[in-house]
């Protein structure tokens, strides 16, 4: 079969058991994005121009802008039409490559994974690419495996994975995102890591992402991040503990150097509970 797989692996880091297992990646999905260069990993890519690039110490330096589809997007949110996570997927696109590795460091119902899913993907599977997602939430892990399933394939072409003969393109693991590098293999370029902090829609909402192992996150994808590559936060401060977090969030990115990052926020100024999205770019050398 033409098409890739992906393997879902429910992983307690702890534990001696894990669960593994793959589905057929339906290709006829995966094919969408055309805009997005056939090189893989290589820069600039190809997108559709209308204005020229922005300076060199723009993250967009090496690319045209804008993708087509983003100031509508943007537009939209500034008049309140558009969702803070559409914001987020457009600015990933902007940064993720066909093949790329990232993560999904709070997978909940699986929105975000697919998105990025889709983002490193082709139909050709020509590329690889794959999706590390994980949450401290068995029920987020299978929320998300049932999302992916829904999508992409069918639950009965669930099957044990063979070593060897399928291919990987979402990890799921169950875990917290503090421990991020015990997964990611050594020496891998990461593309980017995101976050969708505070609690899962619909479910517990006791079980939420705390400050402290929020700022250890950040500090693990800080360093493997890949240059060229971005963290991407949507914060939530409505619950108990979330504007403390914001707060953790601001620290971390006000901190890191002005010559090697591109950090910024955007926030609703007379909505105080809407969430804010923060960008931290890792400028390429
Ligand atoms: C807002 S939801 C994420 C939504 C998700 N991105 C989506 O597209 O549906 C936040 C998730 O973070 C998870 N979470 C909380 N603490 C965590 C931690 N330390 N590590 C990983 N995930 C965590 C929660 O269980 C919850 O599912």
Request: with cysteine; net charge positive; proline share 4%.
């Amino acid at each position: 079969m033409a098409a890739g797989l992906f393997r879902a692996e429910m992983s307690m880091l702890s534990s001696t058991l894990a669960r593994t297992y793959s589905i057929p990646f339906r290709k006829t999905l995966i094919s969408f994005d055309s805009r997005i260069a056939m090189q893989r990993n290589s820069l600039p890519r190809t997108r559709h121009s209308r204005v020229a690039s922005l300076s060199s110490s723009s993250p967009s330096h090496s690319r045209n802008f804008p993708v087509p589809g983003i100031e509508d997007v943007f537009v939209g949110y500034l008049f309140g039409r558009k969702k803070a996570t559409e914001v987020a997927h457009v600015v990933w696109e902007q940064v993720i490559q066909k093949g790329d590795m990232v993560i999904d460091a709070t997978c909940g119902n699986g929105n975000d994974t697919l998105a990025m899913l889709k983002m490193v993907t082709d139909d050709s599977d020509y590329f690889g690419g794959c999706v590390y997602a994980m949450d401290v939430q068995k029920e987020s892990i299978e929320s998300t495996s049932s999302l992916l399933y829904q999508t992409l394939g069918s639950k009965e072409s669930f099957s044990i994975y063979a070593e060897g003969m399928q291919k990987e393109r979402v990890k799921l693991f169950n875990m917290c995102h503090s421990k991020m590098e015990e997964i990611v293999p050594e020496n891998s370029s990461v593309r980017m890591v995101a976050f969708n902090l505070g609690y899962l829609p619909g479910g517990n909402k006791s079980i939420i992402t705390v400050s402290n192992t929020t700022v250890l996150a950040l500090r693990a994808a800080e360093r493997i991040l890949m240059p060229g590559g971005l963290i991407s936060l949507v914060v939530y401060i409505g619950h108990p503990g979330g504007r403390e977090e914001l707060e953790v969030v601001e620290a971390f990115g006000s901190s890191l150097p002005v010559s090697d990052w591109v950090c910024c926020k955007l926030q609703m100024l007379n909505r105080p509970l809407a969430p804010i999205l923060v960008f931290m770019f890792k400028r390429e050398k």
